[in-house]
């Protein structure tokens, strides 16, 4: 029976948006010379486990990053397990999400994908969507410099077109443009596995989050490790910019 995780009372310093950079499920593999769909299949139990951790810790957004733009320079086989696995995702956790009152977003050109996977992801998104409770949003196929540049774009076709001046266009005016502008602004970003870099996740929307790298290779990751990484929160201070 998974373990129940009790909310922190200090809601003050818990984190609304919180976002992982899931790394590490090949050499989870590789340590134990499993081959890395392995890896990945654990991937997808530790998705499960957190989302429910997150849930319990009361966070309002846990925001994942399953498959960035770059990922297509994988091997086909790898690419096409990790399709398989979001497939099975889909199927198995629906109904778990829409029992809990979890809505599902997903950012990123998820409409690249292939065809009866799209389909699946916008039977989810709309089954999920009057649900009031936390959402959990899946970047796929997302990178935070062509969501950025898809921004800058859409307001120069609105300064072309008179809609609005060149001098209206500010911070507050390009984050409206951006795939999270409804979401409550990113408090913690982590990252799986040991590695220290943001790999064109989210890079706006961390200008003024907290940063945690941890050594845990995701499949490892679970609601303790979670609820760990609210503490090391928990003991930030955050001046954005002041003293």
């Known amino acids: 029976m998974a373990t129940q995780i009790e909310p922190r009372p200090d809601t003050a310093t818990r984190p609304r948006h919180v976002a992982i950079i899931m790394d590490g499920n090949g050499r989870w593999a590789k340590a134990?010379?499993?081959?890395?769909?392995?890896?990945?299949?654990?991937?997808?139990?530790?998705?499960?486990?957190?989302?429910?951790?997150?849930?319990?810790?009361?966070?309002?957004?846990?925001t994942l990053y399953a498959f960035s733009s770059e990922n297509w320079r994988r091997p086909e086989a790898e690419i096409s397990d990790l399709m398989g696995l979001l497939r099975h995702f889909l199927r198995a956790e629906i109904a778990t999400l829409v029992a809990d009152n979890v809505k599902l977003r997903v950012i990123g050109d998820y409409r690249a994908l292939s065809a009866d996977l799209v389909a699946m992801i916008d039977d989810a998104i709309a089954r999920t969507a009057a649900n009031t409770g936390p959402i959990l949003v899946i970047a796929l196929n997302y990178g935070a410099q062509a969501e950025i540049?898809?921004?800058?774009?859409?307001?120069?076709?609105?300064?072309?077109?008179?809609?609005?001046?060149?001098?209206?266009?500010d911070e507050t005016r390009i984050e409206s443009e951006l795939s999270t502008h409804d979401l409550p602004p990113l408090d913690l970003m982590i990252r799986t596995s040991g590695e220290q870099r943001l790999s064109n996740f989210l890079l706006w929307q961390a200008a003024y989050a907290e940063l945690l790298f941890v050594d845990t290779l995701w499949p490892d990751f679970d609601g303790a490790t979670l609820a760990d990484a609210l503490e090391v929160f928990s003991r930030r201070q955050r001046r954005f910019g002041g003293l």
Do not use: Y
């Open 149 to 169: 540049a898809a921004a800058a774009r859409r307001l120069a076709c609105a300064v072309r077109d008179g809609a609005m001046e060149a001098d209206a266009i």
């Open 32 to 62: 134990r010379r499993l081959p890395r769909a392995a890896g990945h299949k654990q991937g997808v139990e530790a998705v499960r486990r957190v989302t429910r951790a997150a849930r319990d810790l009361g966070l309002e957004v846990l």
